[in-house]
Nanobody, 125 residues
């Protein structure tokens, strides 16, 4: 059974950093991603990483390129999101997601079968 549990969220000032973690069980061989949901908005893709390798096959939304880094530890079944140079507009609930069937667009929510409960990130300006 697949289970995803996020942690590491919190409050930080603009320009600061946070590292989100997602502990996964049953996700061996899955590709994974981070999504976020701003108040009143739908979930949007933040970063994606393929099923093989810790830094391989990564992709990012334009609004986080150069600031966020996704990685995973396949031995520990952990997914990470290092977030640097945070902005107030990064304030959102962040979710990790896992899927097994690739599609043409990693940022489409329908590509993911499993979701965590989310961790809140608040950035004050």
């Amino acid at each position: 059974q697949v289970q995803l549990v996020e942690s590491g969220g919190g409050s930080v000032q603009a320009g600061g950093s946070l590292r989100l973690s997602c502990a996964g069980s049953g996700v061996s061989g899955f590709f994974m991603a981070w999504f976020r949901q701003l108040p009143g908005k739908e979930k949007e893709g933040v970063a994606f990483i393929g099923s093989l390798g810790s830094f391989g096959s990564a992709a990012y939304a334009d609004f986080v390129k150069g600031r966020f880094t996704i990685s995973k530890d396949n031995v520990k079944n952990m997914l990470y999101l290092q977030m640097n140079s945070l902005k107030a507009e990064d304030t959102a609930m962040y979710y990790c997601a896992a899927g097994s069937i690739y599609g043409p667009d990693w940022s489409q929510r329908g590509m993911y079968d499993y979701w965590g409960q989310g961790t809140q990130v608040t950035v004050s300006s």
